[in-house]
């Protein structure tokens, strides 16, 4: 498939990121926009350790944040897809279910044989038809992770907010910028920003009263206004504003 063609493809499937085209729920509104599907399960028992999720997707895409992972996409007429991993949600509505299976970072390489910075945040094909094809891909013989990333993955999801220099676990700057590229998709810097933004959710969703300014700290920001400018560039609307819409979606 042509680079114009396979743009346009995904533009259909409402997938196109923002920074090729930002997709408002008003251009590509279906009959069943505001009836969205929005279903997560756990992974195949057996996939646990490559696979975080299998998520469900149909009309209005609910208020989420970005997901610093690589998606396999199956599309609703068996075609498979790998995603790569966000730093901005995604928005639209699907005309057509969509079924995606969220792998933990490290699997596209070492068990797929596909560095996750290579695979395009629009999209691109994948060798197989449906979703028994997809799993079936995740459960070939895998090389060894690279323990080094592991280890800067933890620390960076333990403490979002310390400098990544810090995790760099005898790692130059350079080697662990091209590593973590290879595993995750994203530079370490870029991953532990995404990793603020859940933190954040995460503790105002275990609030009855959430106190932002705390929040914040918590979660790594040097202070408020740095969190409410992060979820902005991330989600569109500030952090108090997403929390409502998201809590209103369910």
């Known amino acids: 498939m042509r680079h114009w063609e396979l743009r346009k493809w995904l533009s259909r499937h409402a997938l196109r990121a923002r920074h090729l085209a930002r997709i408002s729920v008003a251009q590509r509104a279906s009959p069943r926009s505001n009836q969205g599907v929005n279903s997560d399960f756990a992974p195949p028992a057996d996939l646990a350790d490559r696979v ?3 998520w469900r997707r149909e009309g209005k895409l609910p208020a989420s944040l970005p997901q610093p992972a690589v998606d396999l996409l199956v599309f609703a007429d068996g075609s498979v897809w790998l995603t790569g991993p966000e730093t901005e949600a995604r928005t639209g509505s699907l005309t057509e279910p969509l079924t995606g299976v969220r792998l933990r970072p490290g699997t596209c390489a070492s068990v797929l ?3 996750a910075d290579e695979v395009p945040l629009a999209g691109m ?3 197989g038809e449906g979703l028994d094809a997809a799993l079936r891909a995740l459960r070939a ?3 060894p992770a690279d323990p080094a990333i592991g280890r800067v993955l933890q620390a960076i999801r333990a403490d979002p907010g310390a400098p990544v220099s810090r995790h760099a676990s005898g790692l130059s700057e350079r080697q662990l910028r091209r590593r973590f590229l290879v595993a995750v ?3 370490p810097k870029a991953y532990a920003r995404v990793v603020r933004l859940h933190r954040a959710m995460a503790l ?3 609030s009855s009263a959430p106190d932002w300014a705390e929040i914040a700290v918590r979660s790594g920001f040097y202070d408020q206004p740095h969190m409410i400018a ?3 560039r991330a989600v569109g609307s500030s952090c108090v504003r997403f929390f409502q819409a998201a809590a209103v979606g369910g």
């Open 52 to 54: 975080s999720r299998v």
């Open 113 to 115: 044989g596909i560095a």
């Open 125 to 127: 094909p994948f060798p």
């Open 141 to 143: 013989p895998a090389r």
């Open 185 to 187: 998709g994203l530079s």
């Open 204 to 206: 105002a969703r275990a």
């Open 230 to 232: 992060e979820f902005r």
